[in-house]
């Protein structure tokens, strides 16, 4: 069967490609409140490619928090290979990011473009453009032999990029409806070009927002400098005193419990092809690496912790000049998690430390924005084994396993809540510019990822 549906995968490819800009198209901004109707639409439009392909039972589940009403999920299911057949699930977004700056586009972000064998839009490949590889091998197998050879049940979020809670809480309270022996996620990268690649480890994350608020009101500095409290200067001192020049964070007991990898996996780290002055040049663009001292690059984006700033709203920010000490300052901070860290206990330290140290005459608060714990797979089982067999017959290479330095909340829900481990089987590259501009896919990828979704599927169903 699987020899079929491949060809049939092959020779539909340009439809695929064509469809996929059509989801590109749609500004699906999770966190802005201006796309609401965009981001449904996008949902809409997956849960319309699912019934087209033939999976059953499709229909948009709403989701709200406490706070605010959610985007919608997406649900399918194809329940007919036998109860004795394994049923995976199926996990992707539609969601993206919002794509300033905007003026560093080559092309607009929401009209893709093709250029060198890659699509370049926000979104591209992530994740819309791996989540859509996974309705186009559905569509490839069933319309190869009429069936899947694996019970197959599909869920698709709208809210990964904003932290994932309606799905967390869906997964929580209704897990039954997700019953499945594993779960596919292709929201990974592959380590470098031409390398099948299974991610088997994703970091955690705590972000947060840190508000200090000095006087009542905006104040003239020059009447009020040099007596009144500057916000902006105490968060800048706060953040400062967060992390050392050495890169180590100095939170009290950041660093308890934190499990050290393995030293197989560490010698398999050294082992991968990994210029690091590329890395630097390339990829990254700065004048030298930073971070943690004693590390290798790889230790440090995949095994240790992390502090990052993303932004400083507020104060004066227009053109020219006001002398104006402003009444508060704010700063978006996460970090990232590694095993043996818990998301709760990480974010109550930090909180007490960053009250200790607050300088005189303001006052601060720190809020959790969304969170996620890290997770490390098990490579002891079939469905690893058979991912990694796909992927290698695809490339024509032997598959490499590593972690990854980004979160999925969704993959230790999956863990925790259905007990079911996750195959990360991605196929994103280390250039693809997520979250930034000009993100891209290289279309290469996209169709062996449909090919390896195929060949995954038929030896799960196999017993390979």
Known sequence: MSEAAVGFAKANGERFVEELKALLRIPSISTSPEHVEDVRKAAEFVADG???????????????????????????????????????LLYGHYDVQPAEPLDEWKSPPFEPEIRDGNIYARGAVDDKGQMWMHVKALESLITADGKLPV???????????????????????????????????????????????????????????LEVKGAATDLHSGMYGGAAP????????????????D?????????????????????????????????????????ELTGEAGYSVLERTWSRPTMDVHGMPGGF?????????????????????????????????????????????????VRMIHSGEPIVV????????????????????????????????????????????????????????????????HLANFHRGIESIVLFLDKVGAGV
């Open 50 to 88: 699912l019934r087209k392909v033939g999976i059953e039972n499709v229909r948009l589940i709403e989701t709200s928090t406490a706070e605010r009403k959610g985007h919608p999920l997406v649900y399918g299911d194809w329940l007919n290979a036998g109860k004795e057949a394994p049923t995976v």
């Open 151 to 209: 019970n197959v049940r599909v869920i698709v979020e709208g809210e990964e990029e904003v932290g994932g809670e309606g799905i967390a809480a869906f997964v929580r309270e209704h897990g039954e409806q997700l019953k499945a022996d594993a779960a596919l996620v292709s929201d990974t990268e592959m380590f470098a070009p031409e390398l099948p690649t299974l991610c088997v480890g994703l970091r955690g994350m705590i972000y947060t927002e």
């Open 378 to 441: 098990s490579t002891d089982n079939k469905y690893v084994r058979a991912a990694t067999s796909a992927m290698a017959e695809v490339f024509g290479k032997d598959t490499v396993f590593v972690r990854g330095g980004g979160s999925i909340p969704i993959v230790g829900d999956f863990v925790r809540e259905l007990g079911i481990p996750t195959v990360m089987m991605g196929f994103g590259l280390p250039d693809d510019n997520l979250h930034a501009p000009n993100e891209k896919f």
């Open 230 to 245: 500057n916000p902006f200067v105490a968060i800048s001192q706060i953040i400062a005193k967060l992390k050392g020049e």
């Open 247 to 287: 890169g180590r964070i100095s939170i009290p007991g950041f660093y308890d419990g934190i499990e050290e990898p393995t030293a197989d996996e560490l010698k398999a780290w050294k082992s991968l092809p990994f210029d690091e002055e590329e890395y630097r040049s390339h990829e990254v663009g700065s004048t």
């Open 317 to 365: 920010i227009g053109a020219g000049a006001k002398t104006v000490i402003p009444a508060k300052a704010t700063a978006k901070i996460s970090f990232r998690l590694v095993p043996g860290m818990k998301s709760e206990s990480t974010f109550a330290k930090y909180k007490k430390f960053v009250e200790e140290i607050a300088p005189k005459g303001v006052t601060v608060e």
